[in-house]
Protein backbone atom coordinates (compact mmCIF):
# COMPACT_ATOMS: atom_id res chain seq x y z
CA UNK A 1 0.00 0.00 0.00
CA UNK A 2 1.10 3.64 -0.66
CA UNK A 3 1.62 5.74 2.32
CA UNK A 4 -1.17 8.36 0.71
CA UNK A 5 -3.74 5.18 0.97
CA UNK A 6 -2.63 3.94 4.51
CA UNK A 7 -3.46 7.70 5.55
CA UNK A 8 -7.35 7.58 4.11
CA UNK A 9 -7.68 4.17 4.54
CA UNK A 10 -7.04 3.61 8.10
CA UNK A 11 -9.83 3.60 10.67
CA UNK A 12 -10.53 4.37 14.41
CA UNK A 13 -11.63 0.82 15.45
CA UNK A 14 -13.56 -0.29 18.81
CA UNK A 15 -13.80 -4.02 17.86
CA UNK A 16 -11.55 -6.78 17.37
CA UNK A 17 -11.37 -10.59 16.55
CA UNK A 18 -10.31 -12.40 18.85
CA UNK A 19 -6.63 -13.08 18.11
CA UNK A 20 -2.98 -12.69 18.64
CA UNK A 21 -1.04 -10.46 16.86
CA UNK A 22 2.03 -12.31 15.47
CA UNK A 23 5.40 -11.49 16.95
CA UNK A 24 7.03 -10.50 13.73
CA UNK A 25 4.22 -7.84 13.46
CA UNK A 26 4.63 -6.44 16.71
CA UNK A 27 8.28 -5.85 15.73
CA UNK A 28 7.52 -3.62 13.51
CA UNK A 29 5.29 -1.72 15.73
CA UNK A 30 7.99 -1.29 17.87
CA UNK A 31 10.26 -0.20 14.91
CA UNK A 32 7.79 2.50 13.83
CA UNK A 33 7.68 3.68 17.36
CA UNK A 34 11.55 4.25 17.46
CA UNK A 35 11.91 5.71 13.68
CA UNK A 36 9.63 8.50 14.27
CA UNK A 37 11.08 12.33 14.67
CA UNK A 38 11.67 13.77 18.22
CA UNK A 39 12.77 17.13 19.12
CA UNK A 40 16.66 17.00 19.28
CA UNK A 41 16.82 13.09 18.73
CA UNK A 42 16.02 13.11 22.37
CA UNK A 43 13.56 10.51 22.03
CA UNK A 44 11.60 11.42 24.90
CA UNK A 45 8.75 8.68 24.79
CA UNK A 46 8.27 5.12 26.64
CA UNK A 47 5.66 2.85 25.29
CA UNK A 48 4.23 0.08 27.61
CA UNK A 49 3.09 -3.19 25.54
CA UNK A 50 0.17 -4.84 27.26
CA UNK A 51 -1.30 -8.09 26.75
CA UNK A 52 -2.21 -8.77 30.13
CA UNK A 53 -5.86 -9.56 30.19
CA UNK A 54 -6.12 -8.43 34.06
CA UNK A 55 -4.73 -5.18 33.50
CA UNK A 56 -6.46 -4.17 29.99
CA UNK A 57 -9.63 -5.21 31.85
CA UNK A 58 -7.90 -2.47 34.83
CA UNK A 59 -7.07 -0.25 32.03
CA UNK A 60 -10.66 -0.28 30.11
CA UNK A 61 -11.96 0.37 34.03
CA UNK A 62 -9.41 3.32 34.49
CA UNK A 63 -10.97 4.81 30.79
CA UNK A 64 -14.50 3.96 31.52
CA UNK A 65 -14.45 2.18 27.84
CA UNK A 66 -14.88 -1.27 27.84
CA UNK A 67 -14.21 -2.20 24.72
CA UNK A 68 -10.41 -1.62 25.55
CA UNK A 69 -10.65 -5.16 26.71
CA UNK A 70 -11.33 -6.77 23.08
CA UNK A 71 -8.20 -6.06 21.85
CA UNK A 72 -5.10 -8.21 22.63
CA UNK A 73 -2.46 -5.21 22.62
CA UNK A 74 -3.34 -2.26 24.54
CA UNK A 75 -0.44 0.42 24.00
CA UNK A 76 0.00 3.19 26.40
CA UNK A 77 1.96 6.32 24.92
CA UNK A 78 4.20 8.36 27.64
CA UNK A 79 5.99 11.60 27.15
CA UNK A 80 8.96 11.38 29.15
CA UNK A 81 8.96 14.95 30.42
CA UNK A 82 12.65 14.84 31.96
CA UNK A 83 14.30 13.90 29.21
CA UNK A 84 12.91 16.82 27.32
CA UNK A 85 13.58 18.85 30.34
CA UNK A 86 17.10 19.08 30.73
CA UNK A 87 17.58 20.48 27.21
CA UNK A 88 14.63 22.35 26.31
CA UNK A 89 13.28 23.55 29.87
CA UNK A 90 9.32 23.58 30.73
CA UNK A 91 9.05 23.43 26.69
CA UNK A 92 10.20 19.90 26.65
CA UNK A 93 8.64 19.47 29.61
CA UNK A 94 5.24 20.44 28.75
CA UNK A 95 5.60 20.08 24.65
CA UNK A 96 7.92 18.76 22.82
CA UNK A 97 7.83 15.28 25.02
CA UNK A 98 3.96 14.52 24.23
CA UNK A 99 4.92 15.96 20.77
CA UNK A 100 7.46 12.92 20.46
CA UNK A 101 5.81 10.82 21.30
CA UNK A 102 2.62 11.69 19.62
CA UNK A 103 4.92 11.22 16.41
CA UNK A 104 5.40 7.86 17.23
CA UNK A 105 1.95 6.87 17.85
CA UNK A 106 0.66 7.95 14.40
CA UNK A 107 3.92 5.70 12.84
CA UNK A 108 2.82 2.83 14.97
CA UNK A 109 -1.10 3.34 13.90
CA UNK A 110 -0.25 3.96 10.13
CA UNK A 111 1.94 0.87 10.64
CA UNK A 112 -0.55 -1.18 12.26
CA UNK A 113 -3.02 -0.40 8.92
CA UNK A 114 -0.80 -1.33 6.72
CA UNK A 115 -0.19 -4.70 8.69
CA UNK A 116 -3.75 -5.62 8.51
CA UNK A 117 -4.33 -4.62 11.80
CA UNK A 118 -6.65 -1.60 13.39
CA UNK A 119 -6.29 0.58 16.19
CA UNK A 120 -7.76 3.53 17.78
CA UNK A 121 -6.47 6.65 19.93
CA UNK A 122 -8.03 6.61 23.80
CA UNK A 123 -6.89 9.92 26.15
CA UNK A 124 -9.53 9.92 28.63
CA UNK A 125 -8.42 8.32 31.37
CA UNK A 126 -6.73 8.06 34.85
CA UNK A 127 -3.44 8.92 34.30
CA UNK A 128 -2.28 8.21 37.90
CA UNK A 129 -4.41 5.28 39.09
CA UNK A 130 -2.77 4.20 35.19
CA UNK A 131 0.85 5.28 36.36
CA UNK A 132 0.20 3.39 40.05
CA UNK A 133 -0.59 0.14 38.00
CA UNK A 134 2.34 -0.04 35.52
CA UNK A 135 4.54 1.21 38.63
CA UNK A 136 5.81 4.00 36.20
CA UNK A 137 8.43 6.09 36.99
CA UNK A 138 7.39 9.66 37.69
CA UNK A 139 9.48 11.14 34.88
CA UNK A 140 6.69 9.23 32.45
CA UNK A 141 3.26 10.75 31.78
CA UNK A 142 1.00 8.32 30.14
CA UNK A 143 -1.27 10.72 27.71
CA UNK A 144 -2.96 7.70 25.50
CA UNK A 145 -4.23 4.08 25.12
CA UNK A 146 -4.22 2.61 21.55
CA UNK A 147 -5.26 -0.47 21.82
CA UNK A 148 -4.41 -2.40 18.46
CA UNK A 149 -5.13 -5.87 16.96
CA UNK A 150 -7.31 -7.27 13.93
CA UNK A 151 -10.22 -5.44 13.30
CA UNK A 152 -13.73 -6.92 13.19
CA UNK A 153 -15.46 -4.29 12.14
CA UNK A 154 -14.65 -2.08 8.97
CA UNK A 155 -17.14 1.72 9.13
CA UNK A 156 -17.04 4.31 6.40
CA UNK A 157 -14.86 6.79 6.19
CA UNK A 158 -15.91 10.19 8.30
CA UNK A 159 -16.47 13.56 6.85
CA UNK A 160 -13.68 15.39 7.18
CA UNK A 161 -13.05 19.24 6.95
CA UNK A 162 -12.56 20.99 3.81
CA UNK A 163 -9.60 22.23 2.58
CA UNK A 164 -9.97 25.63 3.54
CA UNK A 165 -11.27 25.00 6.97
CA UNK A 166 -7.53 23.01 7.71
CA UNK A 167 -5.32 25.39 5.92
CA UNK A 168 -4.79 28.93 5.77
CA UNK A 169 -2.11 29.69 3.28
CA UNK A 170 0.06 32.32 3.57
CA UNK A 171 2.26 33.69 0.65
Not at 7 to 18: A, G, H, L, P
Not at 37 to 66: C, D, H, M, T
Not at 148 to 155: I, L, N, Q, R
Request: glycine share 4%.
Amino acid sequence: MGISEVIKNRRSIRKWEDKEIPKQMIEKLIEAIIWAPSAGNLQARKFYFVYNNEIRIKLAESARQPFLQGAPLVVIACADKEKSAWKYADRGRDLYSIVDASLSVQNLMLQAHDLGLSSVPVGAFDEQQVSELLKMPENLYPFLFLPVGFPAESPEAPTRVSYNEAVEEIR
